[in-house]
C-alpha cells in the first residue's frame, strides 16, 4: 500500500497532536481534576475535530483569520451553553489552539518550532497547573450563625469553629454582612489550596 504524501503527513501531525493533547489531558488536566472527569471526552473531541477541520481547510489562503474565526465562534457557544467553570474554559481553548496549531503549521513552520511551541504550551500548563495553584488561596462565603463570635476578641474561637466546620485550614476570613435580625453574618473565607 502506497501511502501519499500529504496522508502520511496528516498521520503524522495527527498522532504528534494527539500525544500533546493526551499529556496535557491525561496527564496534567486529569492528575489535578480527577473529581471532575466530565470534560475529558470533550477535550479529546474538541482537539480531533479542530485538528482535522483546520488540516482539510488549510490550503485556504486566510489562515490566521480562519484561526481566529474559530475562537470567535466557541466564543459565541460558550455564551449560549450551560456554564462552563473558568479553568475547564481554559483547558478547552488549549486543546484547540493546539489543533490549530498543529493542523495549520504549514511547510513554513519548521518541525523544531512546532516542537517547542507545543512543549512550551505543555510546561506552561503544567507549571501553572502544578505549583502556582498550590501558592493560591481558595475563596469561599459563608453564612454563620454564631454572631457572638464575630466580636474582635473572638475572632480565634471564629477561626477555629470555622475550619472544624469547613475541614480546611483558614489563611484569613473578612467579615462582610451583619443581619442582627437573623444572627447571621456573612464571611468570606481564605484557604491554602
Same mark, same amino acid.
Given at each position: 500500500m502506497d501511502l501519499s504524501s500529504e496522508l502520511l503527513n496528516l498521520i503524522i501531525r495527527f498522532g504528534f497532536n494527539l500525544s500533546i493533547a493526551f499529556i496535557i489531558i491525561k496527564l496534567i488536566y486529569k492528575r489535578n481534576h480527577s473529581n471532575n472527569l466530565d470534560f475529558v471526552f470533550t477535550y479529546f473531541m474538541f482537539n480531533s475535530l479542530i485538528f482535522f477541520f483546520a488540516f482539510l481547510l488549510g490550503n485556504i489562503t486566510i489562515n490566521m483569520g480562519f484561526a481566529f474565526g474559530l475562537f470567535a465562534v466557541f466564543a459565541i457557544l460558550r455564551y449560549r451553553t450551560d456554564?462552563?467553570?473558568?479553568?475547564?474554559?481554559?483547558?478547552?481553548?488549549?486543546?484547540?489552539?493546539?489543533?490549530? !496549531?498543529?493542523? #495549520?503549521?504549514? *511547510? &513554513?513552520?519548521? %518541525? *523544531? *518550532?512546532?516542537?517547542?511551541?507545543?512543549? *512550551? #504550551?505543555?510546561?506552561?500548563t503544567y507549571v501553572l497547573e502544578t505549583y502556582w495553584q498550590n501558592n493560591t488561596l481558595i475563596l469561599r462565603t459563608v453564612e454563620y450563625e454564631i454572631i457572638e463570635n464575630i466580636k474582635p476578641e473572638n475572632h &480565634?474561637?471564629?477561626? #477555629?469553629?470555622?475550619?472544624?466546620?469547613?475541614?480546611?485550614? !483558614?489563611?484569613? +476570613?473578612?467579615?462582610?454582612? !451583619?443581619? +442582627?435580625?437573623?444572627?447571621?453574618?456573612?464571611?468570606?473565607? %481564605?484557604?491554602?489550596?
Open positions: 456554564p462552563i467553570p473558568i479553568k475547564e474554559m481554559t483547558y478547552l481553548f488549549i486543546v484547540i489552539t493546539i489543533g490549530v !496549531i498543529n493542523a #495549520l503549521s504549514g *511547510a &513554513e513552520v519548521s %518541525y *523544531a *518550532a512546532l516542537l517547542f511551541t507545543n512543549i *512550551a #504550551l505543555v510546561g506552561l &480565634e474561637k471564629l477561626r #477555629l469553629d470555622l475550619e472544624d466546620r469547613i475541614g480546611m485550614p !483558614i489563611i484569613k +476570613f473578612e467579615i462582610h454582612r !451583619i443581619n +442582627f435580625l437573623r444572627d447571621t453574618v456573612r464571611i468570606s473565607i %481564605y484557604c491554602k489550596n
